[in-house]
T-cell receptor, first 111, second 113 residues
Framework: QKEVEQDPGPLSVPEGAIVSLNCTYSNSAFQYFMWYRQYSRKGPELLMYTYSSGNKEDGRFTAQVDKSSKYISLFIRDSQPSDSATYLCAFGYSSASKIIFGSGTRLSIRP | DTAVSQTPKYLVTQMGNDKSIKCEQNLGHDTMYWYKQDSKKFLKIMFSYNNKELIINETVPNRFSPKSPDKAHLNLHINSLELGDSAVYFC????????????FGPGTRLTVT
């Protein structure tokens, strides 16, 4: 079983739709959970960061973590063409270590 | 601008050559990283340095050698380049080692022919 699984997409939705992106993981040692956004030919940038189970909201973005089921989600409300990018889930350990990235979901928002 | 910068942005070279990629961050971070992103967008850590000291060294061929002259710089030297080395290489930095908030450079697209 892979440590992190993420549907690669591509996912194409119309402007204004609610987008749901998901990752599952198998490593119970993960302590913090992140979503990075990567535009084409750019470096990833941190979008959301959370430690605990539950929801965290930031503007149109909501990150959801369910530690018991080992999945995380990112919801984008009122999606815009500028949200078109690859979204990477990422996981970290409590001890100073490395981050494990998902393979990314390519998202396209149609005007 | 405060950022992570990399040079060169594009690198095209032949098999067997030796090349270097440079990275600099002016964010005052203590930790820097090198990642490799393959054609399927899979982003995998290669090395991590904290204040010039090697922290993480993943299973990377020893043809790859990182060098950190100071905590603001982390360079990557690659010997005897192979076709499979073609990828985008990203440098990143963070305030603390393993910290989730990592700041990435723009990437260096390496093509080995």
């Amino acid at each position: 079983q892979k440590e992190v699984e993420q549907d690669p997409g591509p996912l194409s939705v119309p402007e204004g739709a609610i987008v749901s992106l998901n990752c599952t993981y198998s490593n119970s040692a993960f302590q913090y959970f992140m979503w990075y956004r990567q535009y084409s030919r750019k470096g990833p940038e941190l979008l959301m960061y959370t430690y605990s189970s539950g929801n965290k909201e930031d503007g149109r973005f909501t990150a959801q973590v369910d530690k018991s089921s080992k999945y995380i989600s990112l919801f984008i409300r009122d999606s815009q063409p500028s949200d078109s990018a690859t979204y990477l889930c990422a996981f970290g350990y409590s001890s100073a270590s490395k981050i494990i990235f998902g393979s990314g979901t390519r998202l396209s928002i149609r005007p | 601008d405060t950022a992570v910068s990399q040079t060169p942005k594009y690198l095209v070279t032949q098999m067997g050559n030796d090349k270097s990629i440079k990275c600099e961050q002016n964010l005052g971070h203590d930790t820097m990283y090198w990642y490799k992103q393959d054609s399927k967008k899979f982003l995998k850590i290669m090395f991590s340095y904290n204040n010039k000291e090697l922290i993480i060294n993943e299973t990377v061929p020893n043809r790859f050698s990182p060098k950190s002259p100071d905590k603001a710089h982390l360079n990557l030297h690659i010997n005897s380049l192979e076709l499979g080395d073609s990828a985008v290489y990203f440098c990143a930095s963070s305030q603390v080692t393993g910290g989730g908030e990592q700041y990435f450079g723009p990437g260096t697209r390496l093509t080995v022919t």
